[in-house]
């Protein structure tokens, strides 16, 4: 028997499929998404697309391309919302913690780069004069 769009049968078969399938790619999402691993990488392909960020940059050609990676990320960003918003919030809360962790240990090397750290010992201490 073939497939017929307008047969009821066919249409409420096809309709179970679709919310099975929905429900499988739901749960495998709050899979991901209670790992750190999972919500740091999927914070990263986030960012990757720019969610965060203007699209508005360069030539229009360049615009109309950011727009559409960051229209993938608003989906992605959409699905993750759904499957968990708890756990999205904690992916978010994560990412912002890991970004100041960053920017303490730039800081830090910069300091150490561009300081006055002649005759000064690893662990930050000078050596006695003695």
Not at 42 to 54: F, K, P, V
Request: hydrophobic share 30%; proline share 2%.
């Amino acid at each position: 028997m073939t497939y017929n769009a307008a047969r009821p049968t066919h249409i409420e078969h096809a309709e179970e499929a679709a919310t099975r399938l929905a429900k499988e790619e739901r749960r495998a999402t709050q899979e991901v998404l209670k790992t750190y691993e999972g919500r740091r990488l999927l914070w990263r392909i986030l960012s990757a697309c720019g969610i965060h960020e203007s699209v508005y940059r360069g030539t229009p050609t360049d615009t109309a391309f950011r727009a559409g990676r960051q229209d993938l990320g608003h989906q992605l960003q959409a699905w993750l919302l759904d499957a968990n918003d708890s756990l999205y919030d904690q992916m978010a809360r994560e990412a912002r913690a890991r970004a100041r962790q960053q920017q303490t240990v730039d800081r830090a090397v910069q300091a150490r780069a561009g300081g006055d750290d002649e005759g000064v010992e690893t662990d930050g201490t000078r050596p006695s004069d003695t």
